[in-house]
């Protein structure tokens, strides 16, 4: 009895042994977990810049308070622009059970930047400052990795050579540019990747922040490093599909959630906004006109969102028209605020896509004809103003440079940022091919290779080349004024 007394007293005393070892164990775990200064919280800093050129720093990050913000050395407050939150299932462009909630389990905060700042840093990472007067402007568009169940084409996510994006920000990053520009659709992963498919196995997919990271922040990551950027909307970022991030993460405006894309209630809200410029400084031309003075031209860029209008004239009814005809009507005061504008949308107003006809031969589609038709309202001719003297978007996943024997500005199109791609149209138009009744075809280029746009001034005129994935020079052009001629 003395023996079998011992022994469960010894056993209890290894048992409470174990217990205390395990509580002091985890304790330490826990600790470590929470002071381990490997552990970095922060999973993208940035710069955005929006309304008048205003820029903003940008922070998104696992932690549950905003990083520390320094402007000049000196440390200021960063402001939280949306917690993390998961809202309720919203209808989407999906059905139900290829759906789910858009989790964002991350703290997303900001901070207006001085224009005169010298430098700033979000939790000691340097920023990329804007810079009055950009001379080398990227361009980039249509970058996300399509996985999408309702055309039955799920790119391969996993393979480089199949979703080139990584490889183009990196490239593209070497170029050094002084601003960014992305034209729209960042997010492309809709649905899950299905079994069979083996190149997008384990990818997230949906509307969320793992969505987002993998399709998006993970891979811009050296190009958000090295400039600040504009945003444009493209229309898978309408709040039916990845709206909900667009406002979180992206839009220059202040986040509200009467616009947020949460709650469908309110999606005419969420899914229009009014357009904006961003001023560039005007630059000293080599021109010497009669008068003898060199000549200098104001420059901007005049941001519109189309991402929530289809490819279809829209009624007068319909209450979308009457918003789109009051922006455009606001698009063309802003155009009078510089001498050279450059219009940027997701859309291309004079460009071309490119269908496959019942012959099996490829079909120039002309430019958007809803936009088309809202936009002769005003100008029934040009359908820009008079002070537009090109215009630049995505969506159809080529780069196109297209100018105009007619008064209609240059048309680039740079869709090619490493989503499926299109198909590339003949270079030679065959007689008559027009995007536009009113617009004659003067130069066209295409090029299906994965790539970006770059931009430089030179004066009062732009350098435009076609750079691709791999850093191999496409196509070189030159805009002065309204008209692009390409070598």
Not at 376 to 402: D, Y
Request: net charge neutral; proline share 7%; glycine share 6%.
């Amino acid at each position: 009895m003395k023996l079998r007394t011992h022994r469960l007293l010894n056993v209890s005393s290894q048992i409470l042994s174990a217990l205390s070892l395990a509580a002091c164990s985890f304790t330490a775990q826990r600790l470590t977990t929470t002071v381990n200064p490997t552990v970095d919280p922060i999973e993208a800093a940035w710069v955005v810049i929006g309304e008048g050129g205003q820029a903003s720093a940008r922070a998104i990050t696992r932690d549950t308070i905003c990083p520390e913000f320094r402007q000049d050395g000196i440390r200021e407050t960063m402001q939280v622009r949306v917690a993390a939150s998961t809202p309720a299932l919203r209808p989407t462009v999906s059905t139900p059970e290829l759906s789910k909630p858009s989790a964002f389990p991350v703290l997303v905060c900001e901070a207006s930047l001085r224009a005169d700042a010298k430098s700033a840093q979000i939790a000691g990472r340097a920023l990329a400052l804007p810079k009055a007067n950009p001379q080398k402007i990227l361009i980039i568009g249509d970058t996300g990795c399509r996985l999408q169940q309702n055309s039955s084409y799920y790119q391969g996510c996993n393979d480089a050579t199949k979703w080139g994006f990584p490889m183009l920000a990196k490239t593209a990053a070497s170029f050094h540019p002084d601003l960014v520009i992305h034209v729209g659709d960042y997010h492309y992963r809709e649905n899950a990747c299905p079994p069979d498919q083996a190149l997008c196995q384990n990818s997230p997919w949906g509307y969320g922040w793992d969505t987002w990271q993998a399709d998006f922040f993970a891979p811009a990551a050296p190009l958000l490093q090295v400039a600040p950027w504009v945003m444009v909307r493209g229309n898978h970022e309408s709040c039916s599909r990845a709206g909900q991030g667009w406002w979180r993460f992206l839009d220059p405006r202040p986040f509200l959630q009467e616009r947020s894309c949460d709650d469908p209630t309110f999606d005419m809200a969420g899914d229009f906004s009014a357009p904006y410029a961003v001023p560039l400084q005007p630059a000293s031309s080599s021109f010497i006109p009669i008068h003898g003075a060199p000549q200098t031209l104001n420059a901007q860029l005049i941001i519109f969102d189309s991402s929530k209008i289809a490819n279809k004239v829209l009624a007068k009814t319909d209450p979308a028209y009457a918003i789109y005809t009051r922006q455009l009507a606001g698009v063309d005061q802003l155009a009078q605020n510089a001498d050279f504008s450059l219009f940027l949308n997701h859309h291309p107003i004079l460009g071309f896509a490119s269908v496959r006809g019942k012959q099996g031969t490829l079909e120039f589609r002309p430019g958007h004809v809803a936009l088309q038709a809202l936009m002769q309202n005003s100008h029934p001719e040009r359908l820009f103003p008079a002070k537009v003297q090109a215009t630049i978007a995505g969506h159809v996943h080529l780069f196109e440079a297209i100018s105009f024997a007619s008064d209609h500005p240059t048309q680039f199109v740079s869709g090619n940022g490493g989503s499926s791609l299109d198909l590339a149209l003949p270079n030679q138009l065959p007689q008559g091919t027009t995007p536009f009744e009113q617009a004659r075809v003067a130069q066209f280029f295409n090029s299906d290779e994965v790539g970006f746009m770059l931009m430089e001034r030179i004066g009062d005129a732009w350098k435009v080349e076609a750079w691709n994935q791999y850093g191999k020079l496409l196509k070189r052009c030159r805009l002065q004024g309204q008209v692009t001629t390409c070598e």
